[in-house]
Nanobody, 119 residues
């Protein structure tokens, strides 16, 4: 059974930093493109960053240069380093796999981790 467990969220002031972690189980982690998604109140869930099995990364324009996605295949874990946080980054952050055909690869989602950016 696929499971994603996100952690590392919190409340920070604008300009602050957080590092999110997502531990995956039930999949052959190393072969998947992994993605970090977020859902702000009243908005649809969106992909913010992804990393391929070959460690090629891609970011949505709004986080480019501020967020860094990385992975540790030995730990089945994907990370999201978030710097220079802005109030508009406030959302619940989730991880899942990603494919060009389906977007998120699995129907099951973790509980997410809340990120709140406010002064």
């Amino acid at each position: 059974q696929v499971q994603f467990v996100e952690s590392g969220g919190g409340s920070v002031q604008p300009g602050g930093s957080l590092r999110l972690s997502c531990a995956a189980s039930g999949i052959i982690f190393s072969i998947y493109t992994m993605g970090w998604y977020r859902q702000a109140p009243g908005k649809q869930r969106e992909l913010v960053a992804r990393i391929t099995s070959r460690v090629i990364t891609n970011y949505v324009d709004s986080v480019e240069g501020r967020f860094t996605i990385s992975r540790d295949n030995a730990k089945n874990t994907v990370y999201l380093q978030m710097n220079s946080l802005k109030p508009e980054d406030t959302a619940v952050y989730y991880c899942n796999t990603w494919t060009a055909l389906t977007g998120p690869g699995f129907a099951s989602w973790g509980q997410g981790t809340q990120v709140t950016v406010s002064s």
